[in-house]
Each structure stands twice: as C-alpha cells, then as structure tokens.
C-alpha cells in the first residue's frame, strides 16, 4: 500500500527464506497468509484497498486499471484540482509577461490546451488514503479566451473541456506503515521482505480519464493582464 506517488524499488529477489522470522518474529509464510487474510476481510471494510493488495500479492507486476469512480467525487481531489490545477491554468496569465503567445497572435479569439500534473494526498482515514496515501493527479483541459470589449486587458476564460486521471505507484518504503480500522495493520518493511522472496511485486495503478464537471473547477474566470 503506497504513500507516496515516486516511484520506488522493491531490490531484487534475495535468499530471505519462507521459514526465516523477520524483526516481527513472523516468516514469509506467515505474511503472506496474513495478508490473503486481510484481502478476505477487507472486502468488506475497505474494498479499494483489498483489491490493491490482492494484485500486489499476484504477484504478476502488470499495471492495474481502475474505473474513475474512487476518484472524481472525491473532496480532496476535487479541492486540489480547484487550488492547484485550477490557479495554475488561470495562472498562465501572468499580469508581468501578458498574455501567452498563442493568444497575443489572435486577440479576437482563441483556444487552446493545456496540460498539468502534480502530487496530492488523500485525507487522512478516506478510502484513498487506506488504499493509496498518495498519487499523482493529471488534468488536460481546453478553454476559450475572449477579450472583454468594455475593459482593456480584461479577458474571459471559459473552459470548453477538463479531463482528469490518477495513477500511482503501488510500492512500499522503509519507515513507514498503515493501519485500517477494522481491517489490519502493514508495516512496510515487512511487506518489502515478501517483495524480497519473490512472493508479490510492486504495481503501477491508472484510473480512467473522467470529465470534471464541478463549477468550483471548471467555471468561467475573469482575467486582467498588463
């Protein structure tokens, strides 16, 4: 269960036997049988989260695919897409360098993209926060710029389309660990010994690109530049 979105390393197969106790007395074995366990239980009390683990423990390292669903109605994705994503679209205004180049060319109208990714967080106790922690969130947009004709450098933006998709890195680091109410603890170090013996393998997860339609995110913005 990652908490974190950089990609990190699991080291290579190692000789860290199935009978060999680790520093919580317990061997692979044991491990992993805890772990279907906590698959089994876990369907019920956290199910993004089961089925994360479920694929770690296939061992197959292939990415996993995921609907859109645990995501786009989520309130803090959708407060960072507002905060960050947003602000740094709009923010492509800069009021010190004027409009960008592609709008300066064509005052009367424009469109264009954009693209942005960056880091966020689930809040604590969320279901992302149990199945994920943290993940990259992407976002590519469209929008329209027309010039207010009753204001000088007053512009109106409008977006014609955003779009939105999570992937993560589903890894594990030493130091840390994660407990789910109801469901089990795993310390990361010993999930990184099961890595070792060849027993499961780290992931890349993708979620669907979904349509953002909440008007905190996508509204229309007034902008003045210099």
């Known amino acids: 269960m990652s908490r974190g979105s950089s990609t990190g390393t699991a080291g290579s197969k190692s000789s860290t036997g199935s009978s ?18 906590m698959v089994s239980t876990g369907k019920v009390v956290a199910p993004f989260a089961a089925e994360n683990l479920e694929h770690w423990l296939g061992n197959t390292g292939l ?9 786009q109605n989520e309130s803090s994705v959708l407060s960072h897409l507002q905060r ?12 010190n360098k004027g409009l960008p180049p592609r709008i300066r060319k064509n005052r009367a109208a424009a469109t264009y993209k954009m693209e942005w990714e960056d880091s966020m967080y689930a809040s604590m106790l969320t279901t992302l926060y ?34 939105s998709q999570v992937f993560d890195d589903y890894n594990w680091d030493h130091g840390k660990s994660v407990v789910v109410p109801g469901w089990g603890r795993i310390d990361d170090k010993e999930a990184l010994r099961v890595e070792r013996a060849g027993r499961a393998k780290s992931f890349v997860i993708e979620s669907a690109w ?5 008007p905190a995110v996508v509204g229309p ?5 210099a």
Do not use: C
């Open 20 to 37: 060999s106790p680790g520093m919580s007395g317990k061997t692979v074995d044991e491990l992993v049988a805890e772990y279907k366990k």
């Open 63 to 71: 990415p996993r695919k995921v609907t859109a669903q645990p995501f």
């Open 84 to 95: 960050k994503h947003r602000a740094l679209f709009l923010g492509q205004y800069d009021p």
């Open 130 to 163: 149990f199945a994920l922690g943290g993940f990259t969130l992407r976002s590519r947009v469209e929008v329209e710029v027309t010039p207010d004709a009753a204001a000088p450098n007053t512009y109106g933006v409008k977006f014609l389309s955003w779009e």
């Open 210 to 214: 979904w349509t953002v339609t909440q």
């Open 221 to 225: 913005a007034t902008i003045r530049v």
